[in-house]
């Protein structure tokens, strides 16, 4: 989806007018620039009603269970997995679906979302394309609540990427995060080089998307980006999300504002 054509996705959009990114200068290149949108909205209603979204990629961090405190322990994989198949449904054959999620531990019990998401791709045949993991905390502290590491998780319904195109499988840092359930810098870095490089998708669109930094990186260097999100205040914050570019070493990084 090229800068000329016009995004699908807006014309049904409704709400505030989305500021456009400036434009920045990506390893001393060509200027780059990504339009942002953000509904404040049930996602997975959303996606139901949008259908396969052509031309687009689609990143999330689905809800814990602590944020359903009406439903038990297997209700809420049992939604879990539901969601994640329409995330998938969702996806065009030649997009990816990518989940950041951390497990939980709950009355001794330890639950692996990432296994969930894989149940749910394995239903719908999409094929996991890699898996890493992202540390939380340095390698031998112990963590009594929440894991010292989340799954980051990629899968597509056709997509084949070359094995020479591999990266690395252990995320040591996972960079500045603007709130504590949230995806950090380094890793939405990663998440939209691998877009750029490996899938003709020039869309992410992250049902799910919280305070909006990923929406930010991704404008940053050049994708368009569309969140979904049911909390208005983080919606607000998403709309209003920035990220800072830095240069380092000749060539050019992404930081969060000291403000955040």
């Not at 259908?51 to 602590?66: F, H, I, N, Q, T």
Request: net charge positive; aromatic share 8%.
């Amino acid at each position: 989806m090229d800068g000329h054509q016009i995004n699908p996705l807006r014309e049904s959009y409704q709400g505030p007018p989305i500021r456009l990114a400036r434009a920045i200068l990506i390893g001393g290149s060509r200027p780059v620039v990504g339009t942002r949108e953000v509904y404040c909205q049930d996602a997975l209603a959303w996606l139901k009603e949008k259908g396969r979204l052509e031309g687009c990629s689609l990143v999330a961090s689905m809800p814990d269970y602590s944020e359903f405190p009406h439903l038990s322990l297997e209700q809420w994989q049992d939604w879990f997995v539901g969601a994640a198949e329409q995330v998938l449904a969702s996806c065009p054959p030649d997009g990816v679906s990518i989940f950041y999620q951390s497990d939980i531990k709950h009355q001794g019990v330890w639950v692996d979302k990432g296994f969930l998401c894989q149940l749910a791709a394995r239903k719908l045949g999409h094929a996991q394309l890699w898996h890493k993991v992202i540390a939380r905390v340095a390698p031998g502290v112990p963590t009594f609540g929440r894991p010292g590491y989340g799954h980051l998780l990629c899968f597509s319904a056709e997509l084949r990427p070359p094995l020479e195109r591999s990266t690395a499988d252990i995320i040591p840092v996972r960079g500045r995060t603007t709130w504590a359930r949230g995806l950090g810098l380094e890793v939405c870095r990663l998440i939209c080089r691998y877009l750029l490089k490996n899938t003709v998708s020039r869309t992410l669109v992250a049902p799910f998307c919280g305070e909006g930094l990923l929406l930010a990186v991704a404008n940053q260097m050049g994708l368009e980006a569309v969140g979904i999100e049911l909390s208005r205040k983080r919606a607000e914050k998403a709309r209003r999300q920035e990220v800072q570019p830095t240069k380092q070493y000749g060539s050019t990084s992404l930081e969060l504002p000291d403000s955040t």
